[in-house]
Every structure is written in C-alpha cells, then in structure tokens.
C-alpha cells in the first residue's frame, strides 16, 4: 500500500496472543493493518482495534485505518456465488467498524481487491480497505483512494490521496423512488440489513455508516421489482391479450 504522505515516524507494532500472524503498525494517527486468516485471532485484532480507539481518544483526531482485514463486509464483496447471506464473522467486523467509527474512504478501482489467481476456480474479494473517520474527512475533504492493478501480489496496491482533486464518484445523494417504500418487503429488507449490525447506533459517524449499507439492499429491492419495467408491462399486456381472445373465442 503506498501513502502519499511524508514524515510520518513509526513507532513498535503488536500482534495477537500468539505469533505474528497479524499486526497493527501504528504510524502516528494511521494505523496500518494485516490480519489472520484464522476467525478468532481477527476477534483479538477488533478487540484490540477497539482499545487502540479507546486509549488515544482517536475519535477526537483524524484517523486512519487502512490494509488487508482478511475479511468482507457483505456477500456481494466476494465473488464465491455461494456466499449469498451474511455470516456472523462479516457481522462482527462491521459492528468494529461501527464501534471505533470508521468507514470505507471514497475510492476507485476493481471491485475486488485480493484473487486466489486460480484459472479452474478463480475467487476475488474485497478484504483491502481504507477507512477514516469523521475528522479526518473533514481534515481532508479531497482526500480518496485509489486502488490500482496487480503486479506481482495477489493483492492490489492502494493508493491513498490526500489533496488530489477527486473524481466524480459519491459526490451525488443516494436517492431511490419513493414508490419502493410501498413494497410489502421494504420495511423487512431495512431492517434485516440493520439488525445485521447488532450495535446500537452510538453517534453520527455510525448512523452515516449504516446508511451507506443500505443502498446495496435497496438498489437489489429495486431491480427485483422494477428493472426491464417496460419489457414487463409489454409482456403483462401481451398476456392479458391473450387471455381476452381466449374469453371471447369461447
């Protein structure tokens, strides 16, 4: 991962109880993560994840979290089509998230940020993120990132802006038709997606959060029902036609 940035002194990382499968890298209000591939040594990272935010009151400067978390938040972050709910371990991570207040800086690039680079079975995911919170948002309003092709990992390089003038995305309000708030499944599907979260909402940046979380519910409510709208209209007509002749025919 290359940080755009200057003078920035490290100090000593920690891992987990045992062995250095994992690591947080403190570089002054940036924290730079590699996680376990093992659940319950990424449990220890979220716990100590959360005393780091406790212990230096982060959620009162400009703060960055950002590397490989060796997880994902949602299923439609990995490829595996087998994957179509989510599981207690996306759950857990994003309740972290919600708990030291961070979220995903605004970024462009692949959908997927790791690749098993199997040919029979290729399998990608997003486990790579950079994630602020509020203030360091606010120090940086321009600030973005971008993540960039392979090279010899199977991971991709991310490349994080601080002053760069950003692209077009997410400079618009998420909106959708008011008309789905009709839909039988529309207050379901809502609260599903926020029980999912389990942790009450403690403060804007959460709230924010959450809400982000639910375009990808509502964008799939939408497209179930209202994708292709004139081509269903067309056939419905051509059915109705159908049965009309055969009313009148008999």
């Not at 940035?5 to 990382?13: A, D, F, I, T």
């Not at 935010?53 to 439609?76: K, Q, T």
């Not at 790791?114 to 203030?135: A, E, M, Q, T």
């Not at 993540?147 to 390089?157: A, G, K, L, V, Y």
Request: charged content about 20%; overall charge positive.
């Amino acid at each position: 991962m290359r940080i755009s940035c200057k003078s920035y002194s490290q100090v000593p990382s920690f891992g987990p109880r045992q062995g250095w499968r994992q690591e947080i890298r403190v570089v002054k209000n940036q924290q730079l993560i590699y996680a376990s591939n093992e659940l319950e040594d990424r449990r220890q990272l979220w716990i100590s994840l959360r005393d780091t935010a406790v212990a230096f009151d982060l959620s009162s400067h400009s703060w960055m979290v950002c590397g490989d978390f060796n997880e994902i938040l949602e299923p439609r972050e990995s490829s595996n089509p087998a994957i179509i709910n989510s599981t207690r371990a996306m759950r857990e991570f994003a309740s972290c998230l919600s708990d030291i207040g961070v979220f995903d800086l605004a970024s462009q690039g692949p959908r997927f940020t790791w690749s098993n680079h199997r040919p029979s079975d290729p399998i990608g995911k997003k486990i790579d993120r950079c994630l602020v919170n509020d203030r360091w948002q606010l120090s940086y309003p321009k600030g973005f990132c971008s993540f960039e092709p392979s090279e010899f990992s199977d991971h991709t390089p991310c490349h994080i802006r601080f002053t760069s003038t950003s692209p077009e995305f997410g400079s618009r309000a998420f909106m959708f038709p008011s008309y789905l708030a009709n839909l039988p499944s529309f207050v379901p599907t809502i609260k599903d997606c926020w029980i999912q979260f389990g942790a009450p909402v403690k403060n804007l940046t959460s709230l924010c959060y959450r809400l982000k979380q639910l375009k990808s519910p509502i964008n799939t409510l939408y497209k179930e029902n209202f994708s292709q709208i004139e081509r269903r209209v067309q056939e419905a007509k051509a059915v109705l036609d159908s049965h009309q002749l055969q009313y009148y025919t008999y």
